[in-house]
């Protein structure tokens, strides 16, 4: 363990608390979750479906979501339809060797999405390639397009319906940021989808 390591924790801690507390405080942040909860849960009472992509941390964080509107996140009820494009490795391993990493999620949208379907990317910088590309596939083919990016916005921006910035630059705040409002995004569809079933909100 290094001297200053204790210094480096809370470094990092206020870091996440500012973060955090932007979040909190910025009015079109909750704009955005709003926006997109309402998006979501319109597609699937339609009978669409959320398709979700993003690379390395935002990969994960892509299949946590998924699996939060396939089982449950607050309350029992039934599954609604969520698919992480980052988990068929045949079909990202095949594309990215005959056509290149930029193009293994823009592929799978073209192939499964549907008008009025709802494609959500995750990019900390805004510019990965692989999800702008997806973003601008899923805009071409009808369904509505969600991002959520760091401070900055990036390319993505341009693609999007809506959008959420986490308010820092540094890739792992962005990150505590963007699994926190897809729990609350996930959280509200949820109530939106079986209002007879979800709980009474504490306080």
């Given at each position: 363990?290094?001297?200053?390591?204790?210094?480096?924790?809370?470094?990092?801690?206020?870091?996440?608390?500012?973060?955090?507390?932007?979040?909190?405080?910025?009015?079109?942040?909750?704009?955005?979750?709003?926006?997109?909860?309402?998006?979501?849960?319109?597609?699937?009472?339609?009978?669409?479906?959320?398709?979700?992509?993003?690379?390395?941390?935002?990969?994960?964080?892509?299949?946590?979501?998924?699996?939060?509107?396939?089982?449950?996140?607050?309350?029992?009820?039934?599954?609604?339809?969520?698919?992480?494009?980052?988990?068929?490795?045949?079909?990202?391993?095949?594309?990215?060797?005959?056509?290149?990493?930029?193009?293994?999620?823009?592929?799978?949208?073209?192939?499964?999405?549907?008008?009025?379907?709802?494609?959500?990317?995750?990019?900390?910088?805004?510019?990965?390639?692989?999800?702008?590309?997806?973003?601008?596939?899923?805009?071409?083919?009808?369904?509505?397009?969600?991002?959520?990016?760091?401070?900055?916005?990036?390319?993505?921006?341009?693609?999007?319906?809506?959008?959420?910035r986490a308010p820092s630059?540094?890739?792992?705040?962005i990150q505590q940021v963007?699994?926190?409002?897809?729990?609350?995004?996930?959280?509200?569809?949820?109530?939106?989808?079986?209002?007879?079933?979800?709980?009474?909100?504490?306080?």
């Amino acid at each position: 363990m290094t001297a200053d390591a204790p210094r480096y924790v809370a470094h990092y801690l206020a870091a996440s608390r500012a973060a955090m507390d932007g979040f909190v405080a910025d009015p079109e942040a909750t704009r955005a979750m709003l926006a997109m909860a309402d998006a979501i849960a319109a597609s699937m009472r339609a009978g669409r479906k959320l398709l979700i992509a993003g690379n390395g941390g935002s990969a994960a964080d892509a299949q946590h979501i998924a699996g939060e509107f396939i089982s449950r996140l607050m309350f029992d009820h039934a599954p609604l339809p969520a698919v992480a494009l980052t988990t068929d490795s045949s079909a990202m391993t095949a594309t990215a060797n005959d056509y290149g990493y930029d193009h293994v999620f823009e592929r799978q949208v073209l192939g499964l999405g549907q008008r009025g379907d709802v494609f959500l990317g995750i990019s900390t910088s805004g510019n990965s390639p692989s999800v702008v590309r997806a973003l601008a596939a899923a805009r071409g083919r009808g369904m509505v397009t969600l991002g959520f990016a760091g401070q900055a916005g990036g390319k993505m921006v341009e693609q999007c319906d809506h959008v959420l910035r986490a308010p820092s630059a540094w890739t792992p705040i962005i990150q505590q940021v963007h699994i926190t409002a897809a729990h609350i995004v996930c959280a509200l569809v949820e109530r939106a989808m079986f209002p007879d079933a979800a709980p009474a909100i504490p306080g």
